[in-house]
């Protein structure tokens, strides 16, 4: 199958899910750095990052002691109401830090994403609080309309209005009903991730919950399915269901974990040999078969004839200097796409 037949052969099909951990928005600056220079804080190195140190001095040892995994340190904090005040400082300024984060005007490893899947039937499900995703996610929907987007833990610029369960830009206020767009929780602490307990975190799971069981192809991007977050693992073997029932379905990893850690933590999503190991983006499905992921897959493991199953591919380049560029490139896989549901409707 050459480039030229992979661009224009649209299925409707099923979804390509795309399911982000911190290890995705940490690739993406390495590429092309925050728009500032900002470091991108990870569990690890977050309190130095975020210019907490001073606040943690003041904590008796046992909590200091925790500084080099900011979960256990959160969850021991959240239990001591003696130091609320304190806890409360630190949730600020975390936030802030990331609120303050933007994107360079250069095409980065988000924009990208967005625009390797389809608005019809495509979702990225997000853990991160950084505000890379969603800032991609805006940019591009001016050049189509882009897939959708949930975040599992909150994000610093998405808001929630509670009088009708509709999000939007957080601090804005909602058209509908007049009412603010609440920024979002984001610190839960890793022993009491009670997502049901907070409406906006629930409505983003059952999200993700419904596009899984019918997903066909699943990326996991920089999430290593930490054994500590019990909830968030059981809510998506929940959705996904028997391992043995979905062995038609492909997973794929983008990780500089080794591939045999990334199986273990995720053996009782792999079907047997139906999964595909990258460390980076641009040797994922994703990259090589932009919005044409299901497809690929679909000519690879069901071919109607042997040469569907040999596949140039349709590689993205992966040095754009502009948005305009990376659109002009996408724009015929979207002409195709726009003539497939023309015709189908």
Same mark, same amino acid.
């Given at each position: 199958?050459?480039?030229?037949?992979?661009?224009k052969?649209?299925?409707g099909?099923?979804?390509?899910?795309?399911?982000?951990?911190?290890?995705a928005?940490?690739?993406?600056?390495?590429?092309v750095?925050?728009?500032?220079?900002?470091?991108?804080?990870?569990?690890?190195?977050?309190?130095?990052?975020?210019?907490?140190?001073?606040?943690?001095?003041?904590?008796?040892?046992?909590?200091?002691?925790?500084?080099?995994n900011?979960?256990?340190?959160?969850?021991?904090?959240?239990e001591?109401?003696?130091?609320?005040?304190?806890?409360? %400082?630190?949730?600020?300024?975390?936030?802030?830090?990331?609120?303050e984060?933007?994107?360079?005007?250069?095409?980065?490893?988000?924009?990208?994403?967005?625009?390797?899947?389809?608005?019809?039937?495509?979702?990225?499900?997000?853990?991160?609080?950084?505000?890379?995703?969603?800032?991609?996610?805006?940019?591009?929907?001016?050049?189509v309309?882009?897939?959708?987007?949930?975040?599992?833990?909150?994000?610093?610029?998405?808001g929630?209005?509670?009088s009708?369960?509709?999000?939007?830009?957080?601090?804005?206020?909602?058209k509908r009903?007049?009412?603010?767009?609440?920024p979002?929780?984001i610190?839960?602490?890793?022993?009491?991730?009670?997502?049901?307990?907070?409406?906006?975190? %629930?409505?983003?799971? $059952?999200?993700?919950?419904?596009?899984?069981k $019918?997903?066909?192809?699943?990326?996991?991007?920089?999430?290593s399915?930490?054994?500590?977050?019990?909830?968030?693992?059981?809510?998506?073997?929940?959705a996904?269901?028997?391992?043995?029932?979905?062995?038609?379905?492909?997973?794929?990893?983008?990780?500089?974990?080794?591939?045999?850690?990334?199986?273990?933590?995720?053996?009782?999503?792999?079907?047997?040999?139906?999964?595909?190991?990258?460390?980076?983006?641009? %040797?994922?499905?994703?990259?090589?078969?932009?919005?044409?992921?299901?497809?690929?897959?679909?000519?690879?493991?069901?071919?109607?004839?042997?040469?569907?199953?040999?596949?140039?591919?349709?590689?993205?380049?992966? $040095?754009?200097?502009?948005?305009?560029?990376l659109?002009?490139?996408?724009?015929?896989?979207?002409?195709a796409?726009?003539?497939?549901?023309?015709?189908?409707?």
């Amino acid at each position: 199958m050459t480039k030229e037949e992979e661009i224009k052969i649209v299925h409707g099909g099923k979804s390509h899910i795309v399911i982000l951990g911190a290890g995705a928005s940490f690739a993406s600056t390495l590429s092309v750095p925050e728009k500032a220079g900002k470091q991108l804080p990870l569990m690890k190195n977050l309190i130095e990052v975020c210019g907490l140190t001073n606040i943690i001095q003041t904590l008796p040892k046992n909590l200091r002691d925790l500084k080099d995994n900011f979960e256990n340190f959160y969850s021991e904090l959240f239990e001591i109401e003696q130091f609320k005040e304190e806890r409360l %400082k630190i949730e600020k300024t975390i936030y802030k830090y990331f609120e303050e984060m933007d994107l360079p005007e250069t095409p980065t490893i988000y924009d990208y994403l967005i625009l390797s899947l389809r608005h019809h039937k495509d979702l990225i499900a997000s853990f991160n609080w950084d505000p890379f995703l969603y800032k991609a996610y805006l940019r591009n929907n001016e050049f189509v309309k882009s897939p959708g987007i949930v975040f599992l833990h909150g994000n610093v610029s998405i808001g929630f209005d509670k009088s009708d369960g509709s999000s939007g830009p957080a601090g804005w206020y909602s058209k509908r009903t007049s009412m603010e767009f609440e920024p979002t929780k984001i610190l839960f602490p890793v022993n009491k991730k009670d997502y049901n307990s907070d409406a906006y975190i %629930k409505g983003q799971w $059952d999200s993700l919950g419904r596009n899984l069981k $019918d997903a066909e192809c699943v990326t996991i991007f920089g999430y290593s399915a930490p054994k500590t977050d019990i909830e968030a693992i059981t809510l998506l073997q929940n959705a996904w269901g028997n391992v043995d029932e979905r062995n038609m379905e492909q997973f794929e990893f983008i990780d500089t974990q080794s591939e045999e850690q990334l199986l273990e933590s995720w053996k009782t999503f792999v079907h047997s040999h139906h999964y595909f190991y990258v460390n980076d983006y641009f %040797k994922s499905s994703l990259a090589n078969h932009p919005r044409r992921t299901v497809e690929s897959y679909h000519h690879w493991a069901m071919p109607m004839n042997i040469n569907e199953a040999f596949q140039d591919g349709n590689k993205v380049p992966n $040095d754009f200097k502009t948005l305009e560029e990376l659109w002009n490139w996408h724009a015929p896989l979207i002409e195709a796409e726009n003539a497939f549901y023309e015709k189908k409707s």
